[in-house]
């Protein structure tokens, strides 16, 4: 994995102008992977140097369906727009980006790429995750292979995400007790993002908060990854639904008519002094 683990990182990687755009409504970050992973050591050492006392910034992800219910669904629109940093891990964004403004997101950034950006860069600098997220079996087997691909990040802490609502405080608490610096919520599209919302004041000294979806399936070897190839038309969403159909073909071929829509309509560069949520 391309990583730039020796560019200095003190304020921060330099950033195209304007730094966002606004892509199907939700306002996202105009940086790559590597330059996101520096952003999330920086960020750490910042908070190291308050004394781990700055709130824990929310690290987001679109995609198409993000996009659909962003255009539909007013709580998780609320959601999104208190992210801190949002990237594009879908390629219809990065098209959209591109076809309709002078500010072109300059890649995908795909969650399940970014970790490892992540989890180089945090190996490096000394910073600790929390994996949070997906069943027993394959949160272990995830975390297993973190530990082989990274032997000296530490991983704090990692539990499965299947809990009942009375089980979130305590489970939250033992991720502060880790002394985390990154948390990683793999528990699903929306059900995630309100989580990290609900919980975000509690998380004292985690750095990054950073809803993943089924990253821990692709790390746990249970689910693979499209070929290059496909990733690269943009076509990976097709490639998962073929591996499970009677899940992902509703969300598919419902979602992605709207979000084409709504990235037709609510696709802009946004200027650098427009509010976090990119809305006037
Ligand atoms: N999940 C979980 N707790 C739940 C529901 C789901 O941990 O209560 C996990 C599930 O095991 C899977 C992930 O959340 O690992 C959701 O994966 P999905 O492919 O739906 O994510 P997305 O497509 O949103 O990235």
């Known amino acids: 994995m391309a990583m730039q683990q020796n560019a200095p990182v003190a304020d ?5 102008r304007p730094a966002r755009v606004q892509v199907g409504g939700i ?20 908070n190291v140097a308050a004394g781990r006392q700055l709130p824990a910034r929310l690290v987001f992800d679109a995609n198409g369906q ?3 219910l962003y255009g539909r669904d007013a709580e998780f629109r609320a959601w999104m727009d208190q992210a801190d940093l949002m990237h594009a891990d879908g390629m219809s964004l990065v098209w959209a980006s591109r076809l309709l403004t002078h500010a072109p997101l300059p890649e995908r950034v795909a969650t399940t790429d ?32 973190v530990r ?80 290059d190839w496909v990733q690269t038309i943009g076509m990976e969403w097709l490639y998962r639904t073929m591996q499970e159909p ?21 696709t802009r560069a946004l200027p650098d002094d427009a509010p976090p949520s990119g809305r006037p």
């Open 12 to 16: 921060g990687p330099a950033r195209p």
């Open 148 to 227: 082989a691909a990274y032997p000296n990040l530490r991983i704090a802490g990692h539990r499965d995400g299947y809990f009942a609502q009375s089980e979130e405080v305590g489970i939250i608490e033992e991720v502060v007790a880790s002394g985390a610096d990154v948390l990683w919520i793999a528990r699903g599209r929306r059900f995630q993002e309100g989580f990290a919302i609900a919980h975000r004041h509690r998380l004292a000294g985690v750095t990054w908060i950073h809803p993943c979806g089924g990253l821990f399936d692709f790390l746990s070897g249970f689910v693979r990854r499209a070929p």
């Open 66 to 68: 993000a996009v659909s």
């Open 246 to 266: 009677r899940r992902l073909f509703l969300r598919y071929f419902l979602t992605s008519p709207h979000a084409i829509y709504r990235m037709a309509v609510a």
């Open 114 to 145: 970014f970790f490892h950006d992540c989890a180089a860069a945090a190996e490096a600098a000394g910073l600790s995750f929390y994996m949070l997220g997906a069943t027993r079996e394959v949160n272990d087997a995830a975390v297993a292979n």
């Open 27 to 46: 306002a996202t970050d105009r940086m790559t992977g590597p330059e996101l992973a520096q952003q999330m050591v920086a960020d750490w050492r910042r």
